[in-house]
C-alpha cells in the first residue's frame, strides 16, 4: 500500500504519503490564496523525500471539507486526475474527520474550522474516531448552546473564544493525519465516501438576477 493524501479545504496545504505502515513523508504549508500554486510542488517534494515515483502510488485519499469552493475543488481536481491517470481508486475523508483524529481526545469535543463570512464549519464528535453530527455551517453565537462546555479544536474554534473558551489546538488539519485515519479505515475493511466536496452553502460567485441570454440570430 501507498496511499497519496492531500487536502486544501482549509487554509492548509498539505500532502502525505503513507506505506501502509505510517507516513513517510509530509508537507504542510499554510497559505489561503495559493492553493493551486503549492499543491503539485508539495506533492512533488513528498514523493522525492520518500525516494519514490508518482506511479508507486495505490490509492488517494482527499479532503472533502467543508471548505471554501476555490480552495477544496484544487484538492479534489488533483485527486480525481491522479486517480485516473494512475487506475487507482479516490478515496474521500471529511476535513473535520481529519482533525478530530489529529486531537486524540477522548470523550465528547467539537471541531470547528473557519468558513470566514463570521461562520464556522462544525460537527461535533464523541471521540477522535466518531462524529456524532453532520459537517455544518453557522454562526458561532448561534451554536453556543449546543457546544457549551466541550472542548474545541480548529481555527474556526480558536477565532472565538467567548464561544469555544477550550479551543485548542491542532489549528489546521494535515494529510499524515487523513492518510493514518484512511490507512485504519481500509485494514477495517470500511467504506469511504465518493470524493465529493463539502460546499454547505453557495460559491460567492453567482449569476445576477435578471440576467439576459443574447443569443445570436
Not at 478515496?91 to 483524529?101: E, I, N, P, S, Y
Request: hydrophobic share 45%; glycine share 8%; aromatic share 6%.
Amino acid at each position: 500500500m501507498l496511499l497519496l493524501a492531500l487536502d486544501t479545504a482549509t487554509p492548509a496545504v498539505t500532502v502525505a504519503l503513507h506505506d501502509g505502515r505510517d507516513v513517510i513523508a509530509s508537507s504542510s504549508q499554510v497559505d489561503a490564496r495559493r492553493h493551486g500554486e503549492l499543491l503539485l510542488p508539495a506533492i512533488d517534494r513528498v514523493l522525492a523525500e520518500a525516494g519514490l515515483k508518482l506511479d508507486a502510488v495505490t490509492g488517494i485519499v482527499a479532503g472533502i471539507g467543508p471548505g471554501p469552493y476555490t480552495g477544496l475543488r484544487v484538492g479534489l481536481m488533483t485527486a480525481e486526475t491522479f486517480g485516473l491517470a494512475l487506475g487507482v481508486p479516490v478515496h474521500g475523508v471529511c476535513t473535520l474527520d481529519g482533525l478530530a483524529f489529529a486531537a486524540d481526545l477522548q470523550g465528547p469535543f467539537v471541531v470547528a474550522t473557519d468558513a470566514r463570512r463570521k461562520e464556522v464549519y462544525w460537527a461535533r464528535y464523541a471521540d477522535s474516531r466518531t462524529r456524532l453530527t453532520d459537517p455544518a455551517v453557522d454562526r458561532p453565537a448561534d451554536i453556543a448552546e449546543q457546544v457549551e462546555g466541550l472542548p474545541a479544536v480548529g481555527a474556526g474554534a480558536l477565532l472565538y473564544p467567548d464561544t469555544f473558551p477550550k479551543a485548542h489546538e491542532p489549528e489546521h488539519v494535515s494529510a499524515a493525519a487523513l492518510a493514518r485515519l484512511a490507512a485504519e479505515k481500509l485494514a477495517a475493511g470500511e467504506e469511504f465516501p465518493a470524493p465529493r466536496p463539502l460546499y454547505l452553502r453557495r460559491p460567492d460567485a453567482q449569476v445576477p438576477k435578471n440576467y439576459k441570454v443574447v443569443t445570436p440570430k
